[in-house]
């Protein structure tokens, strides 16, 4: 065993796995299982707990594409795939990526509203934002990443704690269009594209900085570091959806000091300051992985090196942060779980995509899926997409 072996640990290849799971509860995800909380209080547990399996194996198939070919989702659908369908598959993704800025810069502003912060400190994030995707490698700055994971994570938990818990863990469905709606914009908010390109590309980076480790090992570590983020992530929302139970469906949650007042009339003074760093923290995060998954999927399709990046971290970023100042911050709420529901659609082309990859031998080698891995990812896939069609119907 050779140095480089030796000093390869699951702790140093940790990092994508988890940083896209947490990523994915964006602004977004946190105020759709708030408002999940509010009009159904426990009766969604089992389904965002259900939520796991999906998640985890399509999930899978992204990092596992990283490790057997050191490339991009983009880099390997141009390889084989031809450009124009590494474009199909990468500017839809990049184009309601700038959608999302706007929603995570929304959540920020809120979240920094329910803590004393004025809005206008958007700009630094902005600028703290940029300066980490353009100055460094991700393997550099990834750990700070994972630094600010933890304190969201405590901030929603200790948010709970203060709530506390119900002894109430109902397993409940129903028929009704609202009802089906919010299965579906849960469902939206558990597998959003940028993921799929993220995980791939940064799973990719620590591959190609561990050239000579061992790529079986890599492959086990990935899987479980997935597992942990999928079971993590699905926990957060249900987290969310428990403390903000009580709360009234009518209360806005755009508005920071309504929201404010009602998390203290259910769990008192100390759950805003909670649930406002938990969802600045939440925002933030997703943003540079969001940006990172967008830029590196449309560049890798381009043909272009990562480094050259650079232009569209900005040409995304610039005009996200100039209407998230001149939005009312209700269009967050107003429009946030139809949003959720639409990315459904918008995955639909690289996540098929993507499964005729992980099967194709040529390309994954020994790291193709497997009979069960391949019934796996398909049925997780074409569920998460029935979830999208449901609602649409629903909607209409």
């Given at each position: 065993?050779?140095?480089?072996d030796?000093?390869?640990t699951?702790?140093?290849?940790?990092?994508?796995?988890?940083?896209?799971?947490?990523?994915?509860?964006?602004?977004?995800?946190t105020?759709?299982?708030?408002?999940?909380?509010a009009?159904?209080?426990?009766?969604?547990?089992?389904f965002?707990?259900?939520?796991?399996?999906?998640?985890?194996?399509?999930?899978?198939?992204?990092?596992?594409?990283?490790v057997?070919?050191?490339?991009?989702?983009?880099?390997?659908?141009?390889?084989?795939?031809?450009?124009?369908?590494a474009?199909?598959m990468s500017?839809?993704?990049?184009?309601?990526?700038?959608?999302?800025?706007?929603?995570?810069?929304?959540?920020?502003?809120?979240g920094?509203?329910?803590?004393?912060?004025?809005?206008?400190?958007l700009?630094a994030?902005?600028?703290?934002?940029?300066?980490?995707?353009?100055?460094?490698?991700?393997v550099?700055?990834?750990?700070?990443?994972?630094?600010?994971?933890?304190?969201?994570v405590?901030?929603?938990?200790?948010d709970l704690a203060?709530?506390?818990?119900?002894?109430?863990?109902?397993?409940?469905?129903?028929t009704?269009?609202?009802?089906?709606f919010?299965?579906?914009?849960?469902?939206?908010?558990?597998?959003?594209p940028?993921?799929?390109?993220?995980?791939?590309?940064?799973?990719?980076?620590?591959?190609?900085h561990?050239?000579r480790?061992?790529?079986?090992?890599?492959?086990?570590?990935?899987?479980?570091?997935?597992l942990?983020?999928?079971?993590?992530?699905?926990?957060?929302?249900?987290?969310v959806?428990?403390?903000?139970t009580?709360?009234?469906?009518?209360?806005?949650?755009?508005?920071?000091?309504?929201?404010?007042?009602?998390?203290?009339?259910?769990?008192?003074?100390?759950?805003?300051?909670?649930?406002?760093?938990?969802?600045?923290?939440a925002?933030?995060?997703?943003?540079?992985?969001?940006?990172?998954?967008?830029?590196w999927?449309t560049?890798?399709?381009?043909?272009?090196?990562?480094?050259?990046?650079?232009?569209?971290?900005?040409?995304?970023?610039?005009?996200?942060?100039?209407?998230?100042?001149?939005?009312?911050?209700?269009?967050l709420?107003?429009?946030?779980?139809?949003?959720?529901?639409?990315?459904?659609?918008?995955?639909?082309?690289p996540?098929?995509?993507?499964?005729?990859v992980?099967?194709?031998?040529?390309?994954?080698?020994?790291?193709a899926?497997?009979?069960?891995y391949?019934?796996?990812?398909?049925?997780?896939?074409?569920?998460?997409?029935?979830?999208g069609?449901?609602?649409?119907?629903?909607f209409?």
């Open positions: 065993m050779d140095t480089t030796r000093k390869l699951f702790l140093k290849f940790f990092g994508p796995a988890w940083l896209v799971m947490i990523a994915d509860m964006d602004a977004s995800s105020i759709g299982a708030a408002e999940t909380g009009a159904f209080g426990y009766k969604l547990v089992w965002m707990l259900a939520l796991i399996v999906p998640l985890y194996f399509i999930q899978e198939g992204a990092g596992r594409i990283g057997a070919t050191g490339k991009g989702l983009g880099e390997i659908i141009r390889e084989n795939y031809s450009r124009k369908n474009l199909l500017l839809p993704m990049a184009l309601t990526d700038v959608v999302t800025y706007v929603v995570e810069y929304l959540g920020i502003a809120i920094f509203e329910m803590i004393g912060i004025p809005e206008f400190f700009i994030v902005f600028v703290v934002h940029i300066g980490l995707v353009i100055s460094k490698k991700y550099t700055f990834e750990k700070w990443l994972i630094f600010l994971s933890l304190i969201l405590g901030s929603f938990a200790a203060v709530r506390g818990i119900r002894n109430c863990f109902p397993i409940y469905f129903s009704s269009r609202s009802f089906l919010i299965l579906a914009a849960d469902a939206g908010a558990v597998i959003m940028f993921m799929l390109f993220f995980q791939a590309s940064a799973t990719a980076e620590k591959r190609v561990f050239s480790g061992d790529g079986r090992k890599m492959v086990s570590w990935m899987r479980i570091e997935t942990i983020g999928a079971v993590v992530t699905e926990l957060l929302m249900v987290i959806e428990m403390a903000t009580g709360l009234s469906p009518t209360t806005n949650f755009a508005s920071a000091i309504q929201l404010s007042k009602a998390l203290t009339a259910i769990a008192g003074s100390y759950s805003p300051y909670l649930f406002g760093i938990g969802l600045i923290f925002g933030f995060i997703a943003l540079v992985i969001i940006s990172l998954g967008s830029a999927g560049v890798e399709a381009i043909g272009l090196r990562r480094e050259r990046a650079f232009w569209i971290y900005v040409i995304e970023s610039i005009p996200a942060l100039l209407i998230s100042l001149m939005l009312p911050q209700s269009m709420v107003n429009e946030v779980l139809n949003f959720l529901v639409f990315l459904l659609i918008v995955l639909i082309g996540g098929v995509i993507m499964g005729l992980l099967r194709n031998k040529t390309i994954m080698r020994e790291y899926s497997s009979f069960p391949e019934i796996a990812y398909w049925f997780s896939f074409v569920l998460i997409v029935l979830m069609l449901i609602s649409l119907i629903a209409l």
